[in-house]
């Protein structure tokens, strides 16, 4: 796989997918976006159109269809984890073929496994990224952060596929590091995302006011998820975790946030449930995030 001419498919093209499909098509990658039919005709007839104060705004030309029907380089996975066992449907292991990487950016830290069961575990390469990113209609993305950063995973992917993927990453303008720890790098998010997921969440109120009014428990939940994190290997920081909240902008909504106040599935057990099973394997309590996830349950109409 070379630096320049990529063939990429993009498995969920919406907030994440969309953003980096775009971004990787205006670069000079041939991009495949692999979504239900109406989107899939919507992105092949208009392409994406991306507004971005980071990257600016501009349309981008994406091939698309509903299954993938030839070997690709890479393929994104970016669709929500609970839509991922019906999603996977379109990237058949025989189509993806032997060389093809596969780059997860889900939420939780369980996925990985699923991947590796589903296609050779030389292909996964699980990744992580920071922005803030929204469908707002197939195939019109708003990116609202002034950054987009992500960490490739190479624990069981060959180092010279994943540094190919890494620079055509950078040189269609996003930040990347290849981290040597998979386990620390999902678990670095982890420890940011599950109390900022559960708690904006619950409450129903932006970052800052979490930060304001219910301080003490996100404290307390960061800690529960950092300890959860070192007893499964990886060398969380609680304190840089907190610290993070702190220069968030106050009005940051979490996905899940979004996704509770336009009524669709969360993606409860991928986060908060993870969490607690995590938690169960490792013997560590984790009081605050077991009784956030009872309270948010009845919600999502699941048992953990």
Same mark, same amino acid.
């Given at each position: 796989m070379a630096n320049d001419g990529l063939t990429v498919a993009v498995l969920g093209p919406g907030g994440v997918g969309g953003l980096l499909a775009a971004l990787l098509s205006h670069a000079g990658h041939r991009v495949i976006c692999l979504a239900g039919d109406e989107t899939a005709r919507?992105?092949?007839a208009d392409g994406i159109e991306v507004?971005?104060?980071?990257?600016?705004d501009f349309t981008a030309r994406v091939e698309?269809?509903? /299954?993938?029907?030839?070997p690709v380089d890479v393929c994104l996975v970016a669709v929500k984890a609970t839509a991922l066992d019906s999603a996977l449907q379109r990237v058949p292991a025989k189509a993806l073929g032997e060389e093809g990487l596969v780059v997860p950016f889900l939420n939780g830290v369980e996925h990985p496994a699923l991947l590796r069961e589903r296609y050779r575990p030389e292909q996964v390469a699980p990744a992580v990224i920071r922005v803030e990113s929204t469908r707002i209609a197939p195939g019109v993305i708003e990116h609202g952060?002034?950054?987009? /950063?992500?960490?490739?995973? %190479?624990?069981? %992917?060959p180092r010279?596929?994943?540094? %190919?993927?890494?620079? %055509?990453?950078?040189?269609?303008?996003?930040g990347v590091r290849v981290q040597d720890d998979e386990v620390a790098a999902l678990w670095a998010k982890m420890a940011f995302l599950a109390p900022f997921a559960?708690?904006?969440?619950?409450?129903?109120?932006p970052v800052g006011d979490v930060r304001t009014l219910h301080r003490g428990e996100l404290a307390a939940l960061v800690e529960e998820t950092a300890a959860v994190g070192r007893a499964c290997g990886a060398p969380v920081d609680a304190a840089a975790a907190l610290a993070r909240y702190d220069a968030f902008p106050a009005a940051t909504k979490s996905s899940m946030q979004r996704d509770a106040e336009a009524g669709r599935t969360l993606e409860l057990d991928a986060i908060g449930g993870a969490l607690l099973r995590a938690a169960e394997r490792t013997g560590v309590p984790v009081p605050v995030a077991g009784r956030l996830v009872r309270e948010l349950t009845p919600a999502t109409g699941t048992d953990h």
């Open positions: 919507t992105l092949a507004r971005s104060g980071r990257f600016g698309a269809d509903t /299954e993938l029907r030839e952060s002034p950054f987009a /950063e992500v960490d490739l995973t %190479a624990d069981t %992917a010279a596929r994943v540094d %190919a993927f890494t620079g %055509a990453l950078e040189w269609a303008g996003v559960l708690l904006t969440t619950r409450y129903g109120v």
